[in-house]
């Protein structure tokens, strides 16, 4: 089953038992699904739905650490509820582990010799990590791999 119709199955179910904060949410996302294949004039495949429940992810987080700074705790909770509904439609996080052992095999690749290398090296990475890792922590192991 895709992406796409895991989403909208999920919706249907949220919309039988009533659950408002789910429905909501997976409108949101299948919104910016819409927006997004409107804007691109193509039908969205599942790595492209998964970069587009990481922007809203991010946006999440990124609103929780404003509204904790403002004292809203209520607020925040409701995004921290947001961002547990979109966690469920993105695939299995990679340990660092295995995230160390992708950047050494990129770098050997490209034969990376320094920072002039990064961004082949990122390039590689993205398509193989897109969405299973945070990509600013993949970054700056490869800065620290690369330089040191």
């Known amino acids: 089953m895709s992406l796409k119709q895991k989403i909208t199955d999920d919706m249907k179910a949220a919309m039988r038992t009533g659950d408002t904060r789910q429905r909501d949410t997976i409108r949101l996302l299948q919104a910016a699904i819409k927006q997004r294949e409107v804007d691109d004039r193509q039908e969205l495949d599942d790595v492209a739905i998964v970069t587009v429940i990481e922007k809203m992810l991010k946006q999440r987080r990124d609103s929780i650490e404003q509204y904790e700074g403002a004292g809203r705790s209520d ?8 961002v547990n509904i979109l966690s469920v439609y993105m695939p299995k996080g990679l340990a660092d582990e295995e995230i160390e052992t992708l950047v050494a095999e990129a770098i050997s690749t490209v034969d990376a010799k320094g920072m002039q290398d990064m961004g082949k090296v990122m390039a590689i990475l993205k398509s193989n990590i897109a969405g299973r890792a945070d990509m600013a922590k993949v970054s700056a192991i490869v800065k620290a791999k690369i330089s040191g």
Do not use: G
């Open 75 to 82: 607020l925040a909770a409701a995004e921290k509820e947001e």
